[in-house]
């Protein structure tokens, strides 16, 4: 018995989780990725990686990375301790080294208690009439792409664009901006893929300089025309923590407006996306969220288990310590996988059955300081969407499976069409 239970399975062999990533990656795995999951819990509760490093899969073992002080983010100083320094010199992996997600204390700490708790509950009630208007028009032209059609693309119509404008009016960006703002994101991305190759960070690196360029700009209009919304709070915040360093307080508004626009679309949309085909797949489990609308965050809260948006993260181990009953060395990477996390059967049983009253555990959001800063809008803007399109669509279904990029980390869905 260890911290995290008994351990079956364990193999040494670094080769051996290589089939099951391939899987995971395979137009099969991307369908679904249970019975990958299901593989590499079977091996072992760390499971090592070609690379050096390891993969986590129990419940309990990636709550303590998450949660624990001693697991850091893999940074800048990490990265140049590594042999194989050249591989983070990419413009595009620099990027977003900059970013709250790779940034370890004091640094982080920094950053993170200057933002406060962007949406509390008195933000989220200023917002939630807003979203409420914007889903609203959004389904309306479902509806429109459903009665010309028969069928319409609900990923492209509703779930990719519910976030952006979500998170776009907030910051007051113009809308004739946002489809720019997915193109970029949706491209920016692969240079968080935990295996990127040349060609897809010659994409990110092209996306990134695009990204760079309109949020600069964004934020240096904003500067040229102040007024009382968050960003303008922001830039007299920032100028006075950097008073008579103008570059420096830019440096981190870019960072910040950057990093809070993009971490928000993908993963909402994923979120949204997933929400809709796991309830609609099964009628019976739509008629009866329908009926019973006050389990609503309970269905939500299950997609988010059953389906993760992010696959994978990363942390280090700050000191030599054991895990699960494995040694683990200073610098070693670890990889957290959170759909095998969360189908921990030890953590909720009869993980691979969709349970909107399951009221399980996920580990989905992350956990510690790098708990997700977007959690509570995210379920908001899922809620207010699954009570309208229950309510305005009661037979809708889906006409095929849905499609999805080919990742590793960041799961979207391309495709998700739709019928009534």
């Given at each position: 018995?260890t911290?995290?239970?008994?351990?079956?399975?364990?193999t040494?062999d670094?080769?051996?989780?290589?089939?099951?990533?391939r899987?995971?990656?395979?137009?099969?795995?991307q369908?679904?990725p249970l019975?990958?999951w299901?593989?590499?819990?079977?091996l072992?509760?760390?499971?090592?990686?070609?690379w050096?490093g390891?993969?986590?899969?129990?419940?309990?073992?990636?709550?303590q990375?998450?949660?624990?002080?001693n697991?850091?983010?893999?940074?800048?100083?990490?990265?140049e301790?590594?042999?194989d320094?050249?591989?983070w010199?990419?413009?595009a992996?620099?990027e977003?080294?900059?970013t709250?997600s790779?940034?370890?204390p004091?640094?982080?700490?920094?950053?993170?208690?200057a933002?406060g708790?962007?949406?509390d509950?008195?933000t989220?009630?200023a917002?939630g009439?807003?979203?409420?208007?914007?889903?609203?028009?959004?389904?309306?032209?479902?509806?429109?792409?459903?009665?010309r059609?028969?069928?319409?693309?609900?990923?492209t119509t509703?779930?990719d664009?519910l976030?952006?404008?979500?998170?776009?009016h907030w910051?007051?960006i113009?809308?004739?901006h946002f489809p720019?703002?997915?193109?970029?994101?949706?491209r920016?991305?692969h240079?968080q893929e935990?295996?990127?190759t040349k060609?897809?960070l010659?994409?990110?690196a092209?996306?990134t300089?695009?990204?760079?360029?309109f949020f600069?700009g964004?934020?240096?209009?904003?500067?040229?025309r102040?007024?009382?919304d968050v960003?303008?709070?922001w830039?007299?915040?920032?100028?006075?923590?950097?008073?008579?360093d103008?570059?420096?307080?830019?440096?981190?508004?870019?960072d910040?407006?950057m990093?809070?626009?993009i971490?928000?679309?993908e993963?909402?949309?994923t979120?949204?996306?997933?929400?809709?085909?796991?309830l609609?797949?099964e009628?019976?489990?739509a008629d009866?969220?329908?009926?019973?609308?006050?389990h609503?965050d309970?269905?939500?809260d299950?997609?988010?288990?059953?389906d993760?948006p992010?696959?994978?993260n990363?942390?280090f181990a700050a000191?030599?310590?054991?895990?699960a009953?494995?040694?683990?060395?200073k610098d070693t990477?670890?990889h957290?996988l959170?759909?095998a996390a969360?189908?921990d059967?030890?953590?909720?049983p009869?993980?691979h059955?969709?349970?909107i009253?399951?009221?399980?555990g996920?580990?989905t959001?992350?956990?510690g300081a790098h708990?997700c800063?977007?959690?509570?809008?995210?379920r908001?803007?899922a809620?207010?969407l699954?009570t309208?399109?229950?309510?305005?669509?009661?037979?809708?279904r889906p006409?095929?499976?849905?499609?999805?990029?080919n990742?590793m980390?960041?799961?979207?869905?391309t495709?998700l069409?739709?019928?009534t």
């Amino acid at each position: 018995m260890t911290a995290v239970g008994v351990i079956r399975g364990i193999t040494t062999d670094r080769r051996a989780v290589i089939p099951s990533l391939r899987r995971l990656r395979s137009e099969e795995g991307q369908a679904n990725p249970l019975p990958v999951w299901d593989e590499l819990r079977a091996l072992g509760e760390v499971v090592p990686a070609p690379w050096g490093g390891y993969f986590v899969t129990g419940f309990d073992a990636c709550n303590q990375i998450l949660r624990g002080r001693n697991w850091l983010v893999p940074d800048f100083a990490w990265q140049e301790r590594r042999p194989d320094a050249a591989r983070w010199q990419d413009p595009a992996t620099r990027e977003m080294t900059r970013t709250l997600s790779r940034l370890n204390p004091p640094t982080h700490t920094f950053q993170r208690r200057a933002l406060g708790n962007l949406f509390d509950r008195g933000t989220l009630e200023a917002m939630g009439p807003g979203i409420d208007a914007q889903v609203s028009r959004l389904l309306d032209r479902l509806d429109l792409e459903l009665r010309r059609h028969g069928e319409a693309d609900f990923a492209t119509t509703v779930g990719d664009q519910l976030p952006i404008h979500t998170v776009g009016h907030w910051l007051g960006i113009p809308d004739e901006h946002f489809p720019h703002i997915l193109d970029f994101t949706h491209r920016q991305v692969h240079a968080q893929e935990l295996l990127p190759t040349k060609s897809e960070l010659a994409v990110s690196a092209e996306a990134t300089v695009e990204m760079k360029a309109f949020f600069t700009g964004f934020v240096a209009d904003r500067r040229a025309r102040p007024g009382n919304d968050v960003l303008s709070g922001w830039i007299r915040y920032w100028d006075a923590q950097f008073p008579g360093d103008r570059a420096a307080a830019d440096q981190m508004l870019y960072d910040l407006t950057m990093f809070i626009t993009i971490a928000s679309l993908e993963t909402t949309a994923t979120l949204l996306a997933n929400a809709v085909w796991l309830l609609t797949q099964e009628p019976s489990r739509a008629d009866w969220l329908r009926r019973h609308p006050e389990h609503v965050d309970d269905a939500v809260d299950e997609a988010l288990r059953y389906d993760p948006p992010i696959h994978l993260n990363s942390r280090f181990a700050a000191d030599d310590t054991v895990l699960a009953g494995v040694p683990i060395a200073k610098d070693t990477v670890v990889h957290v996988l959170y759909g095998a996390a969360n189908h921990d059967p030890r953590r909720n049983p009869d993980p691979h059955v969709f349970d909107i009253r399951r009221k399980g555990g996920h580990l989905t959001f992350g956990g510690g300081a790098h708990y997700c800063l977007g959690t509570s809008l995210a379920r908001l803007e899922a809620r207010l969407l699954l009570t309208r399109l229950l309510q305005r669509f009661p037979t809708l279904r889906p006409t095929a499976r849905p499609t999805y990029a080919n990742r590793m980390v960041f799961r979207r869905i391309t495709s998700l069409k739709v019928t009534t």
